[in-house]
């Protein structure tokens, strides 16, 4: 259901200048448990 939105959300998280708006994507993937996001260390 929420799948199709995952690519807008993570480029949001990359992209956006406003900090609650990075804010608020980084918590929906986390709730969402989408790893791609994550940087490998």
Do not use: F, H, Q
Not at 16 to 27: H, L, Q, S
């Amino acid at each position: 259901m929420y799948k199709p939105s995952l690519g807008k959300i993570r480029n949001l998280l990359k992209n956006d200048v406003n900090p609650a708006v990075k804010g608020t994507a980084a918590i929906a993937l986390g709730t969402w448990k989408d790893k791609t996001s994550i940087p490998e260390s």
